[in-house]
């Protein structure tokens, strides 16, 4: 009998290949596993789209920022996020959950245990108790499933980082099979990843999204500068104690040294002199010392992942109000 439905799993794949065009040994399949599931699969002309590139290493990128400070480092969505240890780190990360499973899980029941405790809690952190809204489980996530890998991820980070841009508009193609001992059933339809942000409400949802230093700098010029100024005033507040001013926002925080003292002061800790340059004279020393600033950021729990180092020393003014005003809101009313 199982030799007979392969025959037939196999005959019909034939018979579909103008669907699927997927190579021989992707089409290789567990009767076993498979009978009686519906499963869906990303289209190989889909997997090339630059699209769908750009947005697994933009949540590549989001993933290693995050855990830098763990010396965590993921290289595939495919291959590195199946043993749940990547995501619950993340979820400890984001959320600040702590859960009780092992970090590292060897064994396929113990990675799938994992899996599960991480997952029940993230689908509750996400909102997502309605099971039709959930595009992931515990068996997709472990056989390396791309589509519901990046479903989760973006909705992770919809969910605990809106400032975080991802590209709009991606879309695949994927053929939903299902498998029976009559045969294959299969469809073909578009789904959506992402949302375009140009269009319709998710237009007004980006809006609500997007930075509060990028919707202030859109503003008129004295609305800005009277932010500048608050933020400034808090700055200088916090630096008398070690006998510096701030005079010019745009520029003085361009080699780290203010900054480094500046997150020494606010968060009651010394950085050792040896750690970073005081008297920086290349872009080389200015660049280690914001750097050093963002990852100490990182550390406390501010998660500023859409600010590079390099925007920083190159005087970037929208990336240095981002750090300032992140700081700001924490401690103003300390």
Known sequence: METFALGVLQINLKMEADIFEYHKEECSVDTESFQGERRKLIQPTSLKDPKLEKLKEALVDWINGTLKPEHIVVQSLEEDLYDGLVLHHLLSRLANVHLPVEDIALTIAAQTHKLE??????????????SSQIKWNTKLIHNKDLLATVHLLVAMARRFQRELELPSNVKVEVVTVEVSSSGIKSTVQTEVLTEDNNTGSDSSSSTEREDPIEQLLKLEAHKVNTVK?????????????????????????????ILLLLIGQLEGFFIPLCEFSLTPVNHSEMLHNVTLALDLLNDVGLHLSSVNPQDIVSQDVAATMKVLYALFKKHKEK
Not at 121 to 127: A, I, M, V, Y
Not at 243 to 257: C, I, R, Y
């Open 229 to 257: 100024k608050a933020i400034l005033h808090f700055v200088n507040q916090n630096m008398s104690t070690v006998g510096l001013q701030v005079t010019d926002m745009d520029k003085q925080f361009a080699d780290g040294v």
């Open 117 to 130: 405790i991480v997952l029940e809690e993230l689908d509750k952190r996400l909102g997502l108790q309605d």
